[in-house]
């Protein structure tokens, strides 16, 4: 019994020591990583994980701009504008892969332009890790793990975040010009329009070139990506026209509602999600605490300003258009998501509601002066991303401590470069292959005129009234 109770009493003494430090253990290890911080290899994992399920997110926002063009069209163009999106992200990944990329990142020279050099590929670590053999020793995987993590994210998952940026200032032209541009004249521009324009704009800028080192803020690309769009299209929007009868002979327009209200409204809801990814992905960075509260903070800002957008603008839709206009909302919530994304990395929430109220209310104006001045914008592509826009480059001002004359140059310069030599590509496409469709086309609709189908072929489409006399 005495050793019984001896081997009883020590199992119970050596469990007891065990659950001690088993319990110090658990108090201890959060002090030790706070002290140490994450190790390299997860830094890299979580950096790369982060790009990857933004980029994917801000690729779901292709789907809203379809929808939301798609429902604000007439019927009759509709397939058109499926076809449209899915060239665009199409031509834009290409564009950045085989050009694109290396002009905006890789060896700017002067501070303008970076390489020319075709392709773009993992870096030389990286292809080593994966061609390593079976037969690999532990050191020789750890040393190639070790080589890989010290950039801090894979190299394509940065180009796959950074490339559906560039789809998303190319889709925001296709809505503007909708209904009276050539299918391929349309495409050759985005090619131009991703390849190189976009690209000069990154390289001044996120590409660490001469606006860059002037101190100009843009977090996610209220200009960079937005106004770049914005001013694409209005380019865009002068050179081709309006749509045949849109103006009467007294200057007044024409209303033209979205043919499916339903898919509008849809699109937009999809573009609000993606600019979660869009904005909360621009931390570029997830392996911190730091990281993550700076990302919560953004996603925030971004909410709070797409809210105040829609409201302000529907507020202000009745004085300004004489209703109350569920198309200025939509495109006061989008207003809004565009006038916080120069800026959404600061702590005081209530910045975000004014931001983004002042951006609805400027997009709800923009569609009245555009119709004033008679340019025909079918979505309203020009006031909510070129217009809000702005506002919110200079809003940075206010939030992030932005310098405004900084500000301005880039908002200026980035504006010329991109309407001078948007204009410039429109004017000649139009000179040497014509940018319009036929008089037949326009009437008849591109979705028949051009590609033989209807989007909705259980219904007979009424011929509209014949516009010629005008």
């Not at 109770?5 to 253990?25: D, E, K, P, Q, Y």
């Not at 310098?403 to 030599?421: E, K, S, T």
């Amino acid at each position: 019994m005495p050793m019984s109770i001896f081997a009883h009493n020590s199992r119970a003494i050596i469990m007891g020591v065990l659950a001690l430090l088993t319990l110090g253990l658990f108090f201890a290890r959060p002090l030790v990583a706070q002290a140490a911080g994450v190790d390299e290899e997860t830094q890299f994992v979580l950096n790369t994980f982060a790009f990857l399920i933004w980029g994917a997110l801000v690729m779901w926002m292709c789907a809203g701009f379809t929808m939301l063009e798609s429902g604000s069209v007439r019927t009759k163009n509709s397939s058109m504008i499926c076809l449209k999106n899915i060239g665009i992200y199409s031509i834009a990944g290409l564009a950045f892969f085989f050009v694109g990329y290396n002009l905006m990142y890789v060896d700017i020279v002067g501070g303008f332009i970076g390489s020319f050099n075709l392709l773009y590929g993992p870096s030389d670590a990286e292809v080593a890790l994966l061609g390593l053999p079976e037969e690999a020793t532990a050191e020789e995987v750890a040393s190639a793990t070790a080589a890989v993590a010290e950039n801090g994210y894979s190299t394509m998952s940065d180009w796959f975040f950074q490339m559906v940026f560039v789809a998303t200032t190319a889709s925001i032209v296709s809505g503007a010009i909708a209904e009276r541009v050539k299918l391929w004249m349309f495409f050759i521009f985005i090619v131009i329009l991703t390849a190189l324009i976009y690209p000069v704009v990154g390289a001044w800028t996120w590409g660490g070139g001469w606006l860059a080192a002037l101190g100009f803020q843009d977090f996610a690309g209220s200009t960079i990506v937005h106004s770049t769009g914005g001013w694409a299209a209005l380019a865009g929007v002068l050179v081709i026209g309006p749509r045949l009868g849109k103006f009467r002979r007294d200057g007044t327009a024409r209303p033209t509602p979205p043919s499916n209200v339903l898919v509008v409204t849809l699109g937009v809801f999809i573009l609000w999600f993606g600019w979660f990814g869009f904005n909360g992905g621009s931390q570029l960075a997830l392996g911190s605490a730091a990281d993550a509260v700076a990302m919560s903070n953004v996603l925030v800002n971004t909410n709070l300003a797409g809210a105040a957008g829609a409201l302000a603008a529907l507020v202000v839709s009745r004085p300004i258009l004489g209703r109350m206009d569920l198309f200025a909302g939509l495109n006061g919530a989008i207003a809004g998501l565009v006038s916080i994304t120069a800026g959404p990395d600061f702590v005081d929430h209530y910045w975000a509601v004014l931001i983004g109220a002042i951006g609805g209310i400027i997009c709800t104006g923009g569609l009245k002066l555009l119709e004033k001045v008679k340019l025909d914008d079918v979505v309203g592509a020009v006031p909510a991303h070129l217009f809000a826009g702005i506002w919110g480059t200079l809003a940075t001002v206010i939030t992030v401590g932005a310098q405004i004359h900084v500000q301005l140059i880039g908002v200026v310069a980035i504006g010329v470069f991109v309407f001078g030599v948007s204009w410039v590509l429109w004017r000649l496409l139009d000179l040497a292959l014509g940018l319009r469709v036929s008089l037949q086309v326009e009437q008849m609709g591109q979705d028949v005129g051009e590609l033989g189908m209807e989007s909705y072929p259980e219904f007979v489409l009424m011929p509209e009234e014949d516009y010629e006399a005008d």
